[in-house]
């Protein structure tokens, strides 16, 4: 199990004291350089003890038990702090066979000059490993990543969040120039609210739950991608797909019974699980899939709430990538790009040899931790490398 070792809290900031002996010999030395008249002497000796009392007071700090326990009130972690990751049910392969994997295929773009959204928010329990369970707060009849937003640059979108949790929640669209004070408000339980916004800057973005604590509200699922369509098409692509990356911070296993979220956890960025869409390693169980030649469109949200992801597909380049979501222009020849927690970018690769590509954040201990998947060109023999 990774854990970290307690540490102690950063050194006291308090400048050197010279203990009470100090003092004394000080006086002392006053009083022998006045009675024998050797001020030179005296000097020597004072600076020895303030050495000495320096060093004293250095390995005071080392040893003195400056307790690392928490503080919730302000915000402190306290360390070590258990780990659950790769704590799956029994047979996790059954289990993850038997889990449906997220549809990660891009949905068309809705008819028409308004595009109505309902979302509605309810408490519930979704898995996100095999035979790990966890307490969102989350998007009906999708869980976490709630559902795929897209639209066509000059649409207005229309959307309606209806709160059915037990605490206030509210919806902030990164791709949306608005109030956030008004239209990001806070809706009570059992209340419906609608705002609406013209999309007029394309790309790919995250929308999230922005009520306070943040932290706590999107590491509990309450987030989602929104893509913009340019007005002028982007190159045709065969397979576009979704791939919404955050990471999960639990109380507990979430075998016995569900988990909720640890807030130190999340506080210290020491995820148990790190997923795309929502499930660790779901596209290695059930890969995505595209014929030899094909051009596959990845559109890359990094949900968090806090770790970025570094993505990047095994065995080939990105022929285009529309870095940070900017949608006018695109790098070609890139191996790895980093999407921001709480941003996004679209990547486009050709494959031409059939195999098992997978595609991963390229900071390793989210594999580790589950964000990986596979890309499954053709019908290669074998398994995939990573
Ligand atoms: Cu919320």
Redo the contacts with the bound molecule.
């Keep these: 199990m990774a854990s970290y070792q307690a540490s102690p809290q950063y050194p006291s900031t308090t400048p050197d004291r010279e203990p009470s002996s100090g003092v004394a010999l000080k006086i002392l030395a006053l009083f022998l350089g006045l009675a024998v008249g050797v001020l030179a002497i005296a000097a020597v000796v004072l600076v020895q003890t303030a050495d000495d009392a320096r060093d004293e007071a250095k390995a005071a700090t080392g040893t003195t038990d400056q307790s690392a326990h928490s503080d919730a009130a302000n915000g402190a972690v306290s360390l070590p702090l258990e780990s659950f990751a790769g704590k799956t049910g029994e047979n996790a392969e059954e289990l993850a066979l038997a889990h449906p994997a997220t549809n990660a295929a891009l949905p068309a773009v809705p008819a028409g000059e308004l595009v109505k959204v309902q979302m509605t928010?309810k408490d519930m329990v979704v898995e996100v490993a095999p035979g790990v369970r966890y307490n969102t707060?989350a998007f009906d009849g999708h869980g976490a990543p709630g559902p795929i937003v897209h639209v066509r640059e000059g649409q207005m979108v229309e959307m309606t969040l209806t709160n059915g949790?037990a605490?206030?929640?509210?919806i902030d669209f990164h791709a949306a120039r608005i109030a956030p004070n008004i239209a990001f408000r806070d809706v009570a339980p059992g209340e419906s609210f609608t705002f609406r916004f013209r999309a007029n800057d394309p790309g790919v973005y995250m929308y999230h739950?922005?009520?306070k604590p943040v932290l706590a509200?999107i590491a509990?699922g309450?987030y989602g991608a929104i893509i913009v369509d340019p007005a002028t098409p982007l190159p045709k692509a065969d397979h576009e797909y979704v791939l919404v990356a955050s990471e999960w911070y639990l109380s507990g296993d979430g075998v016995s019974e569900p988990a909720s979220l640890n807030m130190e956890k999340a506080r210290a960025m020491q995820p148990d699980w790190t997923t795309f869409n929502g499930y660790a390693n779901q596209y290695v169980t059930h890969p995505l899939v595209a014929d030899p030649g094909d051009t596959v469109r990845f559109y890359v949200v990094a949900a968090g709430p806090t770790l970025d992801t570094d993505f990047h597909v095994v065995g080939t380049i990105f022929d285009r990538a529309w870095v940070n979501g900017d949608m006018t222009q695109f790098q070609q020849g890139v191996q790895t790009v980093g999407v921001p927690a709480g941003g996004g970018a679209v990547f486009d690769v050709k494959i031409d040899q059939p195999g098992m590509y997978p595609f991963v954040s390229h900071a390793f201990a989210h594999v580790d931790l589950g964000q990986v998947g596979l890309l499954k060109v053709g019908n290669p023999k074998g398994g995939s490398t990573h």
């Design positions: 928010l707060w949790g605490i206030p929640h509210s739950c922005g009520t509200h509990n309450m």
